[in-house]
Nanobody, 121 residues
């Protein structure tokens, strides 16, 4: 069993920052790609940022230059530093990780339960 638990969401105002964290635990042999997605009300879930096991990153155009994804492989954690937050950033943010639970086993994608980020004017 694998669990992803996000934390760090909340209410923010113009110009403020937030740092989201996601901890993976359970039956983990290795973690491949980790990423953050968001889902705004009435919209589909979209990729925000992704980071490979080697540290290569990719971002949605809407967050380039404002958000930074990072990971700590020793702690099985991924982070999302969110700066210059804007109203359109309001969404539930989900952590995702592709995890190998045993050597030679299949790679499965796992989701966290989500953390709410709300922009307040």
């Amino acid at each position: 069993q694998v669990q992803l638990v996000e934390s760090g969401g909340g209410l923010v105002q113009a110009g403020e920052s937030l740092r989201l964290s996601c901890a993976a635990s359970g039956s983990i042999f290795s973690i491949n790609t980790m990423g953050w997605y968001h889902q705004a009300p009435g919209k589909e879930r979209e990729l925000v940022a992704v980071i490979s096991s080697g540290g290569s990153t990719d971002y949605a155009d809407s967050v380039k230059g404002r958000f930074t994804i990072s990971r700590d492989n020793a702690k099985n954690m991924v982070y999302l530093q969110m700066n210059i937050l804007q109203p359109d950033d309001t969404a539930v943010y989900y952590c995702h990780a592709k995890i190998l639970s045993m050597r030679g086993g299949p790679l499965y994608g796992h989701w966290g339960q989500g953390t709410q980020v709300t922009f307040s004017s």
